[in-house]
């Protein structure tokens, strides 16, 4: 069974890092681009970064750019969102997600398999 396990929440101050982790399991295939979404309460998901399969593109929302970064290590199975400079609005529930295509893209419909995610809380 393929599954998506997040970790690297928690709750940090304004101003403050954290390193978020999402490992897939069951899934020997890197061939597929990878993002990181987050709700806030009471709001939409939204798009937050995108990475395609080899690693070596990335996409990102113009509320995080310049402060988050997403990598990926295929032989880990693993991707990554490195958060820095966090602010108050960063809080949010985040979810990493794997897509149907090799290649970058923002829209959720295209990703087919989801994480349960990790809270983030920014205290300010």
């Known amino acids: 069974q393929v599954q998506l396990v997040e970790s690297g929440g928690g709750l940090v101050q304004a101003g403050g890092s954290l390193r978020l982790s999402c490992a897939a399991s069951g899934r020997t295939s890197s061939n597929y681009g990878m993002g990181w979404f987050r709700q806030a309460p009471g709001k939409e998901r939204e798009f937050v970064a995108t990475?395609?399969?080899?690693?070596?593109?990335?996409y990102y929302a113009d509320s995080v750019k310049g402060r988050f970064t997403i990598s990926r290590d295929n032989a880990k199975n693993t991707v990554y969102l490195q958060m820095n400079t966090l602010k108050p609005e960063d809080t949010a529930l985040y979810y990493c997600a794997a897509s149907s295509t090799s290649a970058l893209t923002t829209l959720s419909s295209l990703y087919t398999l989801w994480g349960q995610g990790t809270q983030v809380t920014v205290s300010s």
């Open positions: 990475i395609n399969w080899s690693g070596d593109s990335r």
